[in-house]
């Protein structure tokens, strides 16, 4: 039986060491650990799980390091069960060897997806009273109106191309991009 530490944090300049100094005092002494966002595909906690075993037990400092919807909790532990192997949250009082543990583990799965909707249905609620009040998001257009359509006409011509463009104007590459790809004339990293 070997005791699997997954530690996670969302952001590379975020670290583990609060999980990895519970995960030794819990005696875990594997421990891998993952910098992505829950809700974006993780490599590391997708290796654990293809190579966890009979007996093995995955343990997380919290539940929230592992998933952060009820879906993909649900499928972790059903891959849990189906390969004979166990789960433990340091924090939380979850053993999912009997049938009250795993509907505890479901409850509080419930809870934690909840909140996330709650979470995110009051920042769209902020950005639509933002945008209500004229705030823009992202950096400010370096060209103006008569500058972009003079960009576009200029590209259209055939006679120059994006750089060439983009060094009698002075500005960056991405301030011609910008125009020709909300004109349809280029997308993703073509620098024609």
Known sequence: ??????????TADQNTSIQYEAFLRAGVSYVVEEKRSAVKKRPVLEDVLRRIGPG????????????????????????????????RSLTEPIETETPVGRLFMQMLGSFAEFERALIRD??????????????V???????????????VEMYRSGFYTVPQIAQMLGVGLGAVRGPLCRAGLLSGRYLR
């Open 56 to 87: 093995d037990t995955l343990v997380v400092y919290k539940m929230d390091r592992l998933a952060r919807s009820l879906v993909h909790l649900l499928s972790v532990f059903a891959h849990l069960e189906a390969r004979s192997a166990g789960f």
């Open 122 to 135: 009051r920042c769209l609620a902020g950005q639509i009273a933002a945008r209500a009040r004229g705030q």
């Open 1 to 10: 039986m070997v005791l699997i530490g997954y530690a996670r944090v969302s």
């Open 137 to 151: 998001w992202g950096r400010p257009r370096v060209l103006g109106v008569e500058d972009e359509a003079g960009v």
